[in-house]
């Protein structure tokens, strides 16, 4: 959910669409301008070495193989702008599933449909009623954000459809009255179009810091929603959720250690409210086929939610339901390579975020338990705030502007490409010092050499104009006289002031 | 409570002060300026047809005492602009009195002593311990604001008020000492003095979103009140409030359809926490005198409160009491047609935010009661926050700037203004457009024949000089090599440079 | 906690860094310029009579025995300027004791690293093992504000260190596992270390309302661990915290009047959490020696914390305790001379907004005891915040610029300053309209005697050409026809072409 696309940022894009083939390209000819105008070659290059020998036959085909697949998996990879492209001249209908499949993956900040797809099938595998309402949640939310005329590039990219899939998803888990209770559709509904104008509402206030919405639309409707009917409404019966007043002992010879590992998968299945580790593997592949870098980190972040889990002597059941590993997921995702350009300071900084996010998430979760609320992902929605709000002095973690946020491997190619242009910029003020130094030599050279004419002309003049009337010498003690005078003018009306002079003194 | 006007805002908008009689005129004359520029009649006009024929005398008369009916209406409709003015110069303790009288009315949006004097009349009908808590705090919250030296020309419009009475009268209706416990007139009084300054720190932040304050100040300050002393205070005790943890069944044949119809004006009636329908007919009443518009939202919006609650299985005797209502009635009234200008798509905006407003009721009010508190109008103001933050591509949505928010009619009739002055000027640029082509053609004739005429001039100047002597042939070249020079000049100095050549040529 | 010091501020005041001996001399310093601008001798001299009468050498020893006092004061009362001067060249471990010294004395707005000394050893007085971890904390949050690079003067200014010291010493103290728990230092470190990321991004937020984050980074860190481990958790277990259901008879015969004189050193000692009178009082003295100001309204605050307390029939031994008084005197503190320029009217402000938060104390720990929570410093935060929001006409209410907050008596110097600039700025204002008026009048009169002097010239020329061709008689009507033109050229260049007049004239 990389904020607010404007349409016009998603035209400037469509260019180097396909990831990781087309990067060469764009990546030397953002070159060949510098290139063209500096003649020492860039010592740091991250291109791949396809344009580089063009001579030599053999790896030339292993290159042109190897640019075929990059440029087959760039279809079905990042983004998919192509494939977006190519949808915008689809039926209107189609459009509208393809919105859908990307608001479904935007929940991880995914913007593919095919990761959409997939997950909606492990969505399926999970409970084919969760599964539903999360597509009528998506479907309304997205209807709504149509009918509310909302910015067309955000919503094609997913970015309204998102809460809709998590607000339809969990108000099926948390219902107390069972699947297949097909009233529930009626609020599913109402606040799936709700959406949009939370996320509207959100946005105005959170824009002034640059910052996106994430879920928090999902967190207030659905909050909303449970705690407006509550366990004991007649209609809408939620699941009974009550404050813990004891911890079971912990007795570490009891630990499952295969369970623990689950965990992990579960940790991320349980971003859509699934418990399930088959749907929790399906998910990170899904996210893997968009972007390596989402993948990595969310399994990370499963990882540091349960090991917090652990250190804040959580009971094993918890970790085990992957309640400790959500939030971290989606924050860990979040600040490392999303919203800040992936290095090892932003690394390091996703860790230390998701650590919190743990912290955070067991802090909430006692908290709303009060009122008979789940957690949601507030936990994660407040801790990446709070780290994209940090303003520090390490130049090497850079957030990137909300326009600009796509998928991490192409923030960080966009980093890297700012960097490379502060370089070069650097290097075109030094040129541009040593060139206007030489310039100055040159035009003093250039006026000395005029001077030199000038007095030339004005010698000929002399000669020519010995033999006439003695009035004429005060004419031209005045065209002597003029410079001083001349100076005081622009650099501008200099050569235009001597120009005149010439005409003055030829008409002399 | 329409934000901040300033005096200067005031001052402007008292030209055309009388509401529905001067809006012809006032139209009239907005019009008469495009009307001079532009030859052709403007397709659609929204005056009435009073000034259209003014040969007939028949329909004079009736538009005569039309006018006239208007014109005295407009005394005490609207927001009593003339009234106002008139109080500026009257007694002090006269002014603090109309100032009051419209913070009582302010809590409805309605700037407009009559409205507040019947509001206080429905009051004393109410209870007349509450009636007088509500006057001594709009009178100290006024006096606060006067101390503080905060905007004259807010305080004049109540709106330093309003919160006062909210606060005076629901510490008297969730006071446990009954009424006549003359001690609670203490934190009455301090707290109604806190009333501004709360104000102020809130709209120190809401202006960044130019958004209104709403009773927000009321609901800091009792919530503080009731939260800070609770039930088993020695000194004030508050009733005691416990969170709901079963709810009765619902059978559809209890319902008692005329309480059910009584809880539309009772749902009026609870924005100022009384539960009497007479109080809340009266309040209805005293809104129609100011605005129809907000009156008809009120109903409208009382009415869907009661629908939201039947939905989510509220008891009826909740329903019945009005608590589903308030809130509906302040969030219908603040967007249809308060802070946007009323249109279709406004008006089912308004109906939306009242179903919203009566779903985060229930949730706030399952919340709250955890506290031992009452949901206030924390909702109200939430939700109608939120749908003022939308921001929305369509154009027929119109949020008007908080320092224009005067009264539905009054917004409108601005709105329409401005959608006049747009096609206006859209005309005018069209206008100016083609009259700028026309110019450029004429500009293109008269440089010809300035051509033209320089050139014969230069033929003569030939003639006369053909018999003189033949240095002034250089004289003639220098003429001739001016222009070339006289290019680098700007387009202003080419006509001086043109004298400078005449005096050139003249002195030869 | 004056906010964000940029190091550019520190280096702009340490030139009058000495606060009472500097302060004439930085005063006649700045009264030098406008005394020479303007003979009127300022009637407002708030200046000690130091440099009044140089000749009289009786006082004038005396004087200097004051004077000496004076500046030897000023080395360790203020922010100790010229001590932190010389700390910048000192080892980094000492830079480093001197930082955690003053975020420890931060809590209570004093930058000063023996105040915070002193408060260490009552600390120390109070509990060995409270001691170390504030020390601990102090000292991580310290590191980590390095680790992230911010502002180098906010953290020599402690700004980074006084959230660090509480979650500390409240985590200490809120531990249900007694002293000498060596594995809280385990979250006490963690917790210090999020210190800065949480502040940086609070910091983001009120920066754009010019708002310090006062000790909210605290307040959330440690509502958080405590809510996030709970009393029942086997590592980390905190202290029971529960709502109170009934409050105890009060009988006015049982107050201990002592006891309640005690409770206004002891409210002062639980900012830092700490109820033993003794290191209240230490703190005091504490505060006295770095600015009386902040010390009276320390003691008045805690006062009328107590007071709030009797009005609000709360327990005695809460009063006697100091629950009532700590968040009082913190907000008394920042209001009354801290953040404002301490004025009568700023004074009563700062009594108001320590009565408000005494009410908002009471309803916060109601709500807060709900979760297991402590209040925190909550109630100061925000009731501080809400009063620094407060926009008022009233001139005498003077909020600082952040970036100019000290501590209240240079910040009244600064207001003093400022004012009189005001004055001389008025005073100026008119004298430059007087000046620019006589220059009116002398530049005619010198254009006029100009005009003179050139027809005398021409006149001269005109006697000297009588006598020579016919042809010059051309050249000078050319002359002539040169001003009209000229006139066209912007001011400066009339003067400029006056000049080439001349030498054309000359030449001629």
């Known amino acids: 959910m990389p904020g607010t696309h404007s349409a016009k940022d998603i035209h400037q894009e469509i260019i180097c669409s396909t990831p990781p083939a087309c990067s060469s390209r764009a990546a030397a000819f ?6 063209m105008a500096n003649p020492d070659p860039p010592t740091e290059r991250d291109d791949s070495p396809v344009d580089k020998d063009p001579e030599q036959p053999g790896p030339r085909n292993q290159q042109r193989a190897r640019a075929c697949f990059l440029k087959g998996l760039s279809y079905f990879s990042g983004d998919m702008k192509v494939f977006g492209k190519w949808m915008e001249r689809q039926f209107f209908l189609l459009q509208l599933l393809d919105w859908v499949l990307r608001g479904a993956a935007q929940v991880m ?16 595998l999970q409970n084919y009623w969760w599964a539903l309402n999360g597509f009528v949640g998506t479907l309304f939310a997205t209807i ?7 910015n067309r590039g955000a919503i094609a990219s997913g970015l309204y459809g998102y809460n809709g899939i998590l607000v339809g998803l969990l108000m099926a888990v948390f219902s107390d009255k069972g699947d297949w209770y097909w009233w529930l559709m009626l609020p599913n509904i109402f606040l799936s179009m709700m959406c949009p104008i939370v996320s509207s509402a959100l946005a105005s206030i959170n824009s002034r810091w640059d910052l996106p919405v994430f879920t928090l639309p999902f967190n207030i409707l659905v909050c909303l929603h449970i705690v407006a009917t509550g366990h004991y409404n007649h209609y809408f019966p939620q699941v009974l959720i009550q404050p813990r007043t004891e911890l079971p002992n912990i007795t570490w010879a009891d630990i499952d250690v295969s369970r623990l590992f689950m965990s992990v998968p579960v940790g991320v299945g349980q971003v859509y409210g699934c418990d399930n580790p088959w749907t929790g593997g399906i998910f990170i592949i899904s996210l893997f086929i968009s972007s390596p870098i989402t993948c990595a980190h969310a399994v990370l972040g499963s990882a540091v939610g349960m090991v917090s889990g652990l250190a804040l002597a959580a009971p094993f059941g918890d970790i085990y339901f992957g309640l400790w590993g959500y939030n971290c997921v989606l924050a860990c995702i979040a600040i490392g390579g999303m919203f800040y350009a992936l290095t090892w300071q932003v690394h390091l900084l996703a860790i230390a975020c998701a650590f919190f996010c743990a912290y955070l998430g067991s802090a909430i979760a006692n908290i709303m338990s009060t009122f008979g609320l789940p957690s949601c992902t507030w936990p994660f929605c407040l801790s990446a705030l709070t780290f994209l709000l940090l303003t520090t002095g390490i130049s ?11 998928y991490p ?9 700012l960097k490379k242009q502060e370089k070069i910029q650097m290097a075109d003020k030094e040129r541009m010092e040593s060139e206007e130094e030489q310039k100055h030599v040159k035009e003093e050279m250039m006026v000395n050499e005029k001077d030199q004419l000038r007095q030339k002309l004005e010698r000929l003049e002399e000669q020519r104009s010995a033999g006439e009337a003695s009035d004429d010498k005060d004419e031209e003690t005045r065209v002597k006289s003029h410079p001083p005078a001349v100076k005081l003018l622009g650099t501008e009306d200099v050569r235009h002031s001597d120009l005149t002079e010439v005409t003055v003194a030829d008409s002399v």
Chains 1, 2, 3 share one sequence.
């Open 396 to 406: 090497r973690i850079y957030k990137l502007p909300l326009a600009k946020v796509t």
């Open 30 to 35: 953002t070159e060949l301008q510098p290139l």
């Open 144 to 150: 709504s954000a149509l009918i509310l005329q909302q």
């Open 109 to 124: 900040f995914v913007n593919n449909p095919l990761s959409g797809l997939i997950i909606f099938a492990g969505l399926i």
């Open 409 to 417: 491997e192409k923030n960080l190619r966009y980093y890297w490409k």
